[in-house]
């Protein structure tokens, strides 16, 4: 069994802005999954970023210089 760790996972609006992430992270090396979005979070593509918590600034800063538009970031244990 895995070992749970804590996350921040951002969630989209759609699939388009995740892939979106998924790219700008590739380029500014930023570490980070795409991962189906946890039921317990709401997410109206069904597709979330994660990534270590260390990494919520800096990530949130990214994709608002980015013009990437989510609807949430949420620090989970997963």
């Known amino acids: 069994m895995k070992e749970?760790?804590?996350?921040?996972v951002v969630t989209f609006?759609?699939?388009a802005e995740a892939m979106a992430t998924k790219k700008l992270c590739k380029e500014q090396n930023i570490p980070g999954?795409?991962?189906?979005?946890?039921?317990?979070?709401?997410?109206?593509c069904g597709i979330a970023w994660c990534s270590d918590t260390e990494l919520g600034k800096?990530?949130?800063s990214a994709l608002t210089e980015a013009q990437i538009?989510?609807?949430g970031f949420h620090e989970i244990i997963i």
């Open 33 to 44: 999954k795409l991962i189906s979005a946890p039921r317990s979070l709401s997410a109206d």
């Open 13 to 15: 609006y759609t699939t």
């Open 69 to 71: 538009e989510f609807a």
């Open 58 to 60: 800096t990530l949130q």
């Open 4 to 8: 749970k760790r804590n996350c921040v």
